[in-house]
């Protein structure tokens, strides 16, 4: 995964920008040249009530303020050295915008920060945060407002697909993780959660019967298919952890003992309804961890292919 240009998408309305500060962090470490977007929308400037020449001078000077607002939150960046670029944009629906300036300038990532708030200890993700994870074509790296300690990275792996993940999706992920960590000289850990069926879903009696094998022929598979993907790669076996568990109730627990920075996770959008499919996990899941959230899709080559 290259670093040299990072899409980073701000909000005016919010007191602080860790995705700002998070893009900043790696520009340092990698030179990597930051374009900052701010999507400015104001119900009030798109409506009927005003003349359409008034109603444009009004967006345009709206525009220009927070241009100047948003250049003088870049001013110590650029005093650092650090090469920025701004854009200011009008649009209705933030993730419509954000993916149009993807389409036009193909970043290496996307950074943007997650809702807060203060006594919740966790990523709470927002509709445009879900839209960009389903329909952005760049890896989007959602940014958590704790404090950011930059030492270690997790990657959550599905290497039976039970949740109809391409195969090539791990090695994907690994590859990414992998890089991230040497750029970034960060410790990576490896992941997969694995949950058998509760024996209390169980009524005939012939399976219950044969529960504890079941068990055991359940940890043996998931233990077998884990093993055959981390063999692949140079990964230390104290870095690969096999997790028992529904994943939304020990990953983090996981995240939270290991204290994780960045968690990598795949994902794969299909269907007319245009599910979004995250590996094992949920939405609880999602906004349960106490990290900052990478979501790594497949190259558009690699996903055609592969369907």
Known sequence: MQLEQLLVVI??????????????WLARRTSASLHVLLVEYSAALDGSLLENSLQNK????????RGKWLQDLLTPLRDEGLPLQQDVRWGKRLHETVLEKVAELQP???????????????LLLTDSCWQLMRHCPAPLWLVH???????NLCTAVDPLHQDDKPAALDHHLIQTAQGLATTLDLHADYVHCHAPLPRALLSN????????????????QHHQAFERLIRQYDIAADAAHLLEGAP??????FVRKQEIDLLVMGCIARGRLDTILIGHTAERLLESVDCDLLV??????????EQ
């Open 58 to 65: 009004a967006r345009e000077a709206l525009l220009e303020q």
């Open 145 to 151: 407002h704790a404090e950011w300690r930059g030492h």
């Open 248 to 253: 939304e109730n020990v990953l983090p627990r």
């Open 296 to 305: 790594v899709k497949m190259p558009a080559k690699s996903s055609a292919e």
């Open 11 to 24: 909000d005016a309305n919010q007191p602080s920008h860790p995705a700002l500060e998070r893009a900043a």
């Open 205 to 220: 009696v012939e399976l219950l019967a044969d529960y504890q094998q079941y068990i055991a022929d359940e940890a043996a």
């Open 108 to 122: 290496d990532l996307v950074l943007k920060s997650a809702a807060h708030n203060n006594l919740l200890r966790r």
